[in-house]
């Protein structure tokens, strides 16, 4: 049984920082591309990042670009989402997803993943 377990959330200042972390058990995470989601209050889940199964390609929303760095530790099994310079419109639950298929092409749309975690809210006060 596959398990996603995001950790890391929390309140946070406008311009602070936080890092997400996002452990499977039940699945060798380095076999699959993984990305992070948000659902902020009222709104569709929406693309944040996303990483592929090798690492070696990553894949941001315009919005988080430049201030958001997702990676993984393969040995820790664990995908990370390192947010900086966070701004009041980041609030929202965050979701670490994955995929059915491994070594695939990675998907910018929660239509292509079937497993999530739980989620974490990040909320940042202005």
């Known amino acids: 049984q596959v398990q996603l377990v995001e950790s890391g959330g929390g309140l946070v200042q406008a311009g602070g920082s936080l890092r997400l972390s996002c452990t499977a058990s039940g699945r060798t995470l380095s076999w699959y591309a993984m990305a992070w989601f948000r659902q902020g209050p009222g709104k569709e889940r929406a693309f944040v990042a996303a990483?592929?199964?090798?690492?070696?390609?990553?894949y941001y929303a315009d919005s988080v670009k430049g201030r958001f760095t997702i990676s993984r530790d393969n040995a820790k099994n664990t995908v990370y989402l390192q947010m900086n310079s966070l701004k009041p419109e980041d609030t929202a639950v965050y979701y670490c997803a994955s995929p059915t298929l491994a070594w695939g092409q990675v998907d910018l749309g929660p239509s292509g993943y079937n497993y999530w975690g739980q989620g974490t809210q990040v909320t940042v006060s202005s």
């Open positions: 990483i592929s199964w090798s690492g070696d390609r990553t």
